[in-house]
């Protein structure tokens, strides 16, 4: 069982809705990362987040709008998505900072689907 | 320009084999992360490494992280249908809170 965990573990929406996808981890990390997976590709970084602040956005379309209320939880805001988004949407958290030993860690994700 | 280069991209083997996993760049990594990823599921970690000339054992895997930090290799023992997934490397570049993955191996043992 992973200790990131990721709700719903399926979407499926239409390009006109607005839904969220959640992550929570209570292993005490303070930076925990959106990412991307297309089929048979490794995952592509979207957003980081560190100390609950936005340090980095990989020029993702404003039609994906992370939040990180609090240490623990992490939200990605989904509205008007296209078809090419669905994919499979990953959740990471790790000690942040240059402590190259504290790997991240991997929720199971979130399959999405895009009518 | 693929930071990290991972071969080969697909493996298909008959249970009992050994196969290696590379994982090689012209850039030097301050840590180098190995994940298994099984379909439906989110990566999980199986080693870190950290420092140059690091040699990790996980009962049939041994993991090797090169001299320079540059490369590493992920090698299986007597593999299983148990280890049939998707082998990722991911690397931590000095300084930064990125990890760059390679392409995945694609494994696949047979009974």
């Known amino acids: 069982d992973t200790e990131v965990t990721q709700t719903p573990k399926h979407l499926v929406m239409g390009m006109t809705n607005k839904k969220s996808l959640k992550c929570e981890q209570h292993m005490g990390h303070r930076a925990m990362y959106w990412y991307k997976q297309k089929a048979k590709k490794p995952p592509e970084l979207m957003f980081v987040y560190s100390y609950e602040k936005l340090s980095i956005n990989e020029s993702v379309p404003s039609r994906f709008s992370p939040e990180c209320p609090n240490s623990s939880l992490l939200n990605l805001h989904l509205h008007a998505l296209q078809p090419e988004d669905s994919a499979l949407y990953l959740c990471?958290?790790?000690?942040?900072?240059?402590?190259?030993?504290?790997?991240?860690?991997f929720g199971d994700g979130t399959r999405l689907s895009i009518l | 320009t693929q930071l990290l280069e991972q071969s080969p991209q697909f493996l298909s083997i008959q249970e009992g084999e050994n196969l290696t996993v590379y994982c090689n760049s012209s850039?030097?990594?301050?840590?180098l992360q190995w994940y298994r990823q099984e379909p439906g599921e989110g990566p999980v970690l199986l080693v870190t490494?950290?420092?140059?000339?690091e040699v990790k054992k996980l009962k049939r895997l041994t993991f090797q992280f090169g001299d320079a930090r540059k490369d590493s290799s992920l090698h299986i023992t007597a593999a299983q249908p148990g280890d049939t997934g998707l082998y990722l490397c991911?690397?931590?570049?000095?300084?930064?809170?990125?990890?760059?993955f390679g392409k995945g191996t694609k494994l696949t043992v047979n009974p």
């Open positions: 490494v950290v420092t140059g000339g």
């Open positions: 991911a690397g931590v570049l000095g300084g930064s809170e990125k990890l760059v």
């Open positions: 850039s030097v990594f301050s840590s």
């Open positions: 990471a958290s790790s000690h942040p900072g240059k402590r190259d030993n504290q790997p991240q860690h």
